[in-house]
């Protein structure tokens, strides 16, 4: 085979990445973050709260809250976990369905709304020029379902 073959061989069984996408700037100078905790808990009581890997399976706004959204997960337990959160005024249902959030799965059930929420979803919240900001928590969507968290 001559030489120019195994060059344009070589080239079409290589695995093309795409280009690299220009780093997103954000400026962080206006933020206001809340103050660290003064006070230490133990390794024991902290690693009492279980902290799962969840696969939004489906994810709807609750009638009558203007707040509420009722999600539908993925624990990792086969069966369909029920948690409700806060953050209608952060996103929309339907962008969050397919995303792999992080939760506390052993929390006592909550009622809201006439609803039963066994956990809670994991955000980050600031304030930034006086307004507050969240952004759910979300992972690598390569983390299975009930993943436990450290």
Do not use: W
């Amino acid at each position: 085979m001559p030489k120019a073959e195994k060059v344009d061989e070589k080239v079409q069984n290589s695995p093309v990445s795409a280009p690299a996408a220009p780093e997103e700037k954000i400026d962080f100078s206006k933020v206001e973050i809340e103050p660290l905790f003064a006070d230490f808990v133990d390794f024991e009581t902290f690693s009492k709260s279980d902290f799962r890997a969840v696969k939004v399976l489906a994810c709807e706004a609750v009638k009558k809250s203007k707040k509420l959204l009722k999600f539908t997960l993925d624990d990792g337990t086969g069966v369909e976990r029920t948690i409700l959160s806060g953050i209608h005024a952060y996103y929309e249902p339907e962008e969050l369905v397919g995303k792999t959030c992080v939760a506390i799965t052993n929390l006592p059930p909550r009622p809201m709304m006439g609803i039963e929420s066994c956990g809670m979803l994991i955000s980050a919240v600031h304030h930034e020029e006086g307004e507050e900001k969240l952004h759910l928590l979300m992972l690598d969507n390569h983390i299975p379902a009930g993943a436990k968290m450290y």
